[in-house]
């Protein structure tokens, strides 16, 4: 079945079964994105806060040594060398800030006092090419942030150098940012485990109708009622899909019904025929008039059967190449089908029409009126008119002949329903069903209604569609 090809083409075939799959990957790789994102901009901030508080304490002890009387000796500080010993600027020992590196460069670059390595930045300061410059610098295995900046007064001329060690805040980031890292990689685990279980319930109804259109694909078998309907899209798409089901069941049945009454409705001109012409065969014999009565009885049942298989054909077809709803005047269109079927019929039809411009299809209401005039024309005495009235949408046809029981009425528009007081009247009981197809299909209806005047016959209409609002 071509329909349900299309059915597992929409909703991805084999594809659907990943989708829970798919799901959980994309919820786990965005979870771990967000949470990679948030904590790399977070250890960027304290990295970058941890440099500037580091910075402020590098620059508050050269004020604080700048600030202090004398020259920059060895004297000034330890034996060692490598610890600040005098601030006489500052009130007590507690406001000295924590800065364990101090070392001094004469104005050719050559280091005074202190430890801390040299390098062509720190030079450059000395030698007055520049006026201060930050490092990293490495001193026995140790990560040290430096401060160099330019002394020039009557005491001494060079650079000032101060430095703390960092060894440990640097440490700390590397392994706040490895366990970011983790921390991203377990929460994308862990959401992906999440969506995994919600997806599975969630898209339940996805799989179920991609299953149960597999199943229709494979075995052109149709399932039954899928469970889930509900109010969201995913309870629609059940919905949507169950109706579709019933749609195609009803279209089986209808088949299954149109070929076994086709079968049983061919079979009679059929063994007519055969009859008649097995007849005339065995009996070489026969009499001339006997013999033109049957061939006249054969050519009858060969247009009462092309007639039936024509309009078989018909019916069977529509739908199969649907034409394309247009803006027709349906008056006009109307004018037109009854003057052809004057023309062919040799009848006398009375037309009522309206202006308006309605959306239909104008083949199909076309045929679906001749119908109607072919089914007046049988039933109504050859002396009495045909009425014709359209409205809007409407197209109703009116009959001079002996009515329709009320009994029968809900039947008339079956395939090959023929009332019991209509059995005589030749025809293929199909008429009508085209005509109730061809209304369906353009969203009308059809009805029966007795005569307004109370008059014999019978009023048989359609509608066949909405009609703008001018």
């Known amino acids: 079945m071509n329909m349900s090809n299309q059915i597992t083409s929409m909703l991805g075939g084999a594809n659907s079964r990943n989708l829970r799959r798919r799901a959980a ?53 330890r034996p060692d060398g490598e610890r600040l010993d005098d601030f006489n600027e500052l009130p007590d020992d507690g406001d000295r800030p924590p800065v364990p590196f101090v070392g001094f460069m004469d104005d050719a670059g050559e280091p005074v006092f202190g430890q801390l390595p040299t390098t062509e930045q720190a030079i450059e300061v000395a030698t007055g090419q520049r006026d201060e410059v930050f490092e990293d610098v490495e001193s026995d295995g140790r990560l040290i942030r430096t401060l160099t900046t330019r002394v020039d007064n009557d005491a001494a001329t060079g650079a000032l150098r101060v430095g703390v060690d960092v060894t440990n805040i640097v440490d700390g980031l590397r392994r706040a940012r490895t366990g970011t890292a983790l921390a991203g990689l377990v929460a994308g685990l862990t959401a992906a485990a999440i969506a995994w279980l919600l997806a599975g319930r969630l898209i339940a109804p996805v799989t179920a109708v991609a299953a149960a259109a597999d199943h229709l694909r494979r075995h052109q078998d149709l399932p039954d009622r899928l469970a889930g309907e509900g109010d969201d899209e995913l309870g629609q798409l059940v919905r949507s899909f169950n109706a579709l089901l019933d749609d195609l069941r009803g279209s089986r049945d209808q088949q299954r019904r149109l070929v076994a009454d086709a079968s049983h409705e061919l079979r009679t001109p059929l063994t007519s025929l055969r009859v008649k012409t097995e007849f005339i065969q065995s009996s070489p014999e026969l009499p001339t008039e006997e013999r033109q009565r049957l061939l006249d009885g054969a050519v009858a049942d060969l247009a009462a059967l092309g007639e039936l298989v024509s309009e078989l054909v018909e019916l069977a077809a529509e739908g199969a190449t649907p034409e394309r709803a247009l803006l027709v005047d349906l008056g006009e269109l109307v004018e037109t089908a009854v003057e052809q079927f004057r023309v062919t019929s040799g009848r006398t039809v009375d037309v009522s029409t309206t202006v308006g411009m309605v959306e239909t299809r104008p083949r199909q209401a076309t045929r679906a009126l001749t119908n109607l005039l072919v089914n007046a024309d049988k039933y109504s005495p050859q002396d009495q008119p045909i009425f014709v009235t359209q409205d809007g949408p409407r197209i109703a046809v009116r009959d001079r002949g002996p009515g329709i029981p009320t009994v029968e009425r809900d039947r008339i528009f079956d395939r090959f329903y023929r009332g019991r007081s209509h059995q005589s009247i030749e025809g293929s009981g199909l008429g009508l ?3 109730e197809s061809m209304a369906t299909t353009n969203g009308g209806t059809t009805w029966v209604a007795d005569t307004p005047d109370g008059e014999p016959g019978v009023v048989v209409g359609f509608s066949v569609g909405p009609s703008p609002n001018q």
Do not use: K, P, Y
């Open 25 to 77: 990957i994309s919820v786990g790789a965005v979870t771990s994105l967000v949470v990679l994102v948030f904590g790399v901009a977070s250890w960027m901030l304290v990295a970058s806060s941890l440099r500037s508080a580091t910075d402020n304490d590098l620059r508050s002890v050269v004020s604080a040594i700048q600030a202090t009387e004398g020259d920059f000796g060895a004297d000034r500080f």
């Open 433 to 435: 069903a085209i005509v």
